[in-house]
C-alpha cells in the first residue's frame, strides 16, 4: 500500500511526488511517456529553444554593428538537435531528482479504478494494480482543434509536430492569436516565414491587459504579420505540398491563402485517458475535473492539479497546485490566489503580468489609479539595443494595493518575479519603489512605473495632472 500514487509525470505531477517524497509519503509516480509532460517534451521548454536561438539569428541580422549579416541562416536540423539535447539533458536530470528522493516509477497508462485503486496498462500487455491512500491526477492537456481540420503533422500541424520539425517553412498561416499562436508566430517571424494569423476573437491575447494586447499587436504588425480578427477559418485543404486555407473576415467576406505550413493553434484539451468520469462518478466543471481549494475532487481521497482542472494552463500553476494538494494530504490547510499567478509570455517581445488587468480593476468597482514608464525612458534598454515596451502597475487609489502588475518588454517574464512577491507578502505601490534597483538595468522600469503611479517619476517628463 502506497500513500501516494500520482498519475501523470508532468510539472504538476512530478512536484507532487518529489514533495509527497520529501514529506515521508511512500510514493509511486506512473507516467506513460516522458518525465516533465508536455511542458519538457513538447511546450514550455522545445518553445524557449527555438524561440532563444531564432531571436539571436533574428537580433543579428538587425543588429547596427555587425557586418555580413546578409549571410546568416538557420540550420533547421541543429534547430531541432539542440532543443532535443536540451530536452534530453532535462528529462534524464529529473529521472535522476525523481530516483533521489526514492519515489518508485512505472511506465504506463494509469487508470482509476476507484479511490484508491489505480490499473497500469503497461507497454507489453501487462498491468499492474497500485492502491494508495491518496490519487492525485496530473494528466494534463493535449492541442484542440475543430474536426474538420486534418491534422496530418506535416503541412498541418499542432505544436507537438511543430516544436519537432527540421524545415523551416516560407510561409504560415496559424489558427489562433492567444499565447501560443503569438509564441508560434515569433519564431517563424525571427526564422523569415511570412506569417498569417487568424483569430475569432476580436483581439490576440484576449486575456491580457488592453495596453499589452496594442503593444503586441503593433509589433507584430511592424514585424510583417498579416492579423486578422474577428475572422474564421472555414476549410483546410492540402494541395501537393501547399495548404489552401478558407477563412471569413469580420465582414464575412471569404478569403483564401496558401501557404506551405499550417498550424493550429486552437487551444488545449483535458486529458481524461484512464479516467472514465461516469462510471467513476467524478463531478466534473464542463470538461475539467471540478476541485475544492484544496484540490480534491468529489471522490474520496483523490486529488487534480494542472490543466486536467482548467483555469490557466500554465506549469508553475499545476506544481503550485501539487504543493497545495499535497500539503492537504498531510493535514496542512492552505489555498492558492489565482491573483498570485504570474503569465509569461515569450512573443516578439516578451509579457510578463500578474493580477487585474486595468479593466478588469475597474469592473469590479475599484477606485484605480495607473502608473506607467516606457522602456524607452530606460538606459539599460537603450543599451540593450531594444527599447520597445512598458511597464505597468494598477493600484487601487486609496489604500495603495496592488491590483495588477503589465510589463512588456526585454526580460519582463524575469521582471514580473518581483511584483508577485511584493502582492504576495501584501505590499503596496510605494514598496515597489523604495527597494533600491541596480543601475543600469531594466528592472529600473519597474521602480520608475510605481513612482510614476504617485506622479513622481525621476526618468519622465513630470506629468501634469
Known amino acids: 500500500m502506497y500513500d501516494l500514487a500520482v498519475i501523470g509525470g508532468g510539472p504538476g505531477g512530478y512536484v507532487a511526488a518529489i514533495r509527497g517524497a520529501q514529506e ?96 497500469v496498462s503497461k507497454a507489453d500487455g501487462s498491468s499492474q494494480l497500485v492502491e494508495a491512500r491518496n490519487v492525485l491526477l496530473a494528466t ?76 503586441l499587436l503593433k509589433l507584430l504588425k511592424q514585424r510583417g504579420a498579416k492579423i486578422h480578427l474577428n ?32 498550424l493550429v493553434a486552437t487551444g488545449r484539451g483535458p486529458v481524461l485517458d484512464g479516467i472514465d468520469v461516469e462510471k467513476l462518478g467524478l463531478q466534473m466543471e464542463g470538461p475539467y475535473v471540478k476541485i475544492n481549494s484544496s484540490c480534491m475532487t468529489n471522490l474520496p481521497n483523490v486529488y487534480a492539479i494542472g490543466d486536467l482542472v482548467g483555469g490557466m494552463m500554465l506549469a508553475h500553476k499545476a506544481s503550485a497546485e501539487a504543493e497545495v ?13 489565482p491573483r498570485f499567478i504570474p503569465r509569461c509570455i515569450w512573443g516578439v517581445t516578451e509579457v510578463g503580468a500578474v493580477g487585474l488587468t486595468e479593466e478588469e480593476a475597474k469592473a469590479a468597482g475599484y477606485s484605480i489609479k495607473v502608473g506607467k514608464f516606457p522602456y ?50 501584501e505590499g503596496a505601490v510605494e514598496d515597489l519603489f523604495q527597494a533600491v534597483k541596480p543601475h543600469p538595468t531594466v528592472s529600473e522600469v519597474v521602480l520608475e512605473a510605481a513612482l510614476d503611479w504617485s506622479g513622481i517619476a525621476i526618468h519622465a517628463p513630470r506629468r501634469r495632472e
Open 24 to 119: 515521508g509519503l511512500k510514493t509511486i509516480l506512473i507516467e506513460k511517456d516522458s518525465f516533465g509532460g508536455t511542458c519538457l517534451n513538447r511546450g514550455c521548454i522545445p518553445t524557449k529553444s527555438f524561440i532563444y536561438d531564432s531571436k539571436l539569428l533574428e537580433k543579428a541580422q538587425n543588429s547596427e554593428v555587425l557586418t555580413g549579416t546578409g549571410s546568416l541562416a538557420i540550420d533547421g536540423a541543429k534547430l531541432l538537435a539542440r532543443k532535443q539535447k536540451v530536452v534530453a539533458r532535462l528529462v534524464g536530470g529529473l529521472g535522476a531528482i525523481i530516483k533521489s528522493n526514492g519515489i518508485e516509477t512505472v511506465q504506463g497508462l494509469g487508470s482509476l479504478e476507484g479511490p484508491g485503486k489505480v490499473r
Open 140 to 215: 494534463g492537456s493535449r492541442p484542440s482543434f475543430p474536426p474538420f481540420i486534418d491534422i496530418d503533422g506535416e503541412h498541418v500541424q499542432t505544436t507537438d509536430e511543430a516544436l519537432n520539425s527540421d524545415t523551416i517553412p516560407k510561409d504560415v498561416l496559424i489558427i489562433g492569436g492567444g499565447v501560443i499562436g503569438v509564441e508560434m508566430a515569433t519564431i517563424y517571424l525571427n526564422l523569415g516565414a511570412q506569417v498569417t494569423i487568424v483569430e475569432m476573437l476580436p483581439d490576440i491575447l484576449m486575456t491580457e491587459d488592453k495596453d499589452v494586447r496594442d503593444s
Open 231 to 262: 475572422a474564421s477559418v472555414k476549410a483546410i485543404a492540402r494541395e501537393g505540398d501547399t495548404v489552401q486555407s478558407l477563412f471569413a473576415d469580420s465582414e464575412g467576406a471569404e478569403h483564401k491563402v496558401q501557404t506551405e505550413r499550417v
Open 325 to 337: 494538494a499535497v500539503e492537504h494530504m498531510l493535514g496542512q490547510q492552505r489555498t492558492l490566489n
Open 376 to 425: 524607452a525612458n530606460s538606459g539599460a534598454a537603450q543599451a540593450m539595443g531594444d527599447d520597445h515596451g512598458f511597464a505597468k502597475i494598477v493600484g487601487d487609489a486609496t489604500t495603495g494595493e496592488i491590483l495588477g502588475v503589465h510589463i512588456v518588454g526585454e526580460h519582463a517574464t524575469d521582471l514580473i518575479s518581483e511584483a508577485v512577491t511584493t502582492m504576495k507578502m
